[in-house]
């Protein structure tokens, strides 16, 4: 019977990157208690492509945020690749996101006074990767998001979809388990979004990274393994 233990584990595969159980968030304004999220469960394995819709309000920025170490919660639990998420201090968990995890948002978040480059260079630097690698790495990704010629230039001197290729680019150049993406094609238009869309799935399988995204986008959700909808902080 032992014998067979190994096996087993193996055929199970990896743990899901994400799995939360009965998770709780309110916020507190002044005297008020505005819940966020009501019991979410939820269950991501690896390597999936995974969009939270709902109506402004739901909570989709909450879960991402909770999903990605941004933010706590009040009660319930959070796996992330086997790890308890509430089991760690604030270090360990800032330590957890800079290695693990990669951002993309609605309004790319670039940092404006520095090169193209650097934006991409900057989760790298972070960990501590050193320069010579550091510059390879750069290089090829933003070789791959179709920036190769860029790399000096500005954030403002891009155009919106250029913007969130520097995002994509930053947020996978350390392969991460997971990206977390919020509205990422919200700003665009039609034709860039539908290119954007392409360039994070074609990403995400090349890396093997994770995905959730909030998005109301359809051609979003068509691209995706699986699209779960969220009702006042409940997930359907
Ligand atoms: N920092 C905050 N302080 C107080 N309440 C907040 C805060 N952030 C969000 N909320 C409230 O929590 C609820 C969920 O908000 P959240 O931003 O997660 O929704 P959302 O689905 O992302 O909405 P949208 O589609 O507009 O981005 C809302 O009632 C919102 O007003
Ligand atoms: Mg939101």
Known sequence: MNDHAPRAAAAAGPPPVILLRGITK???LGNSDIPALRGVDLCVPQGAFVAVRGPSGSGKSTLL???GLI????AGSYSMSGTDVAGLDERARTLLRRERIGF?????????VMSVADNVDYPLRLLGVAPGARRL?????LE???LSGSGARRPDMLSGGQRQRVAIARALVKTPALVIADEPTANLDSATATQII??????????GATFLIATHDERM???CDQVLTLTDGVLQ
């Open 26 to 28: 309110h916020y507190r």
């Open 65 to 67: 945020n909770v999903c």
């Open 71 to 74: 933010d706590s919660f009040d």
């Open 104 to 112: 993309i948002f609605q309004s790319y978040n670039l940092v404006p």
């Open 137 to 141: 790495r750069v290089e090829r990704m």
């Open 144 to 146: 791959r998001v179709g």
């Open 198 to 207: 392409a360039l994070m799935r074609e990403l995400g399988r090349e890396h």
């Open 221 to 223: 959700t068509t691209q």
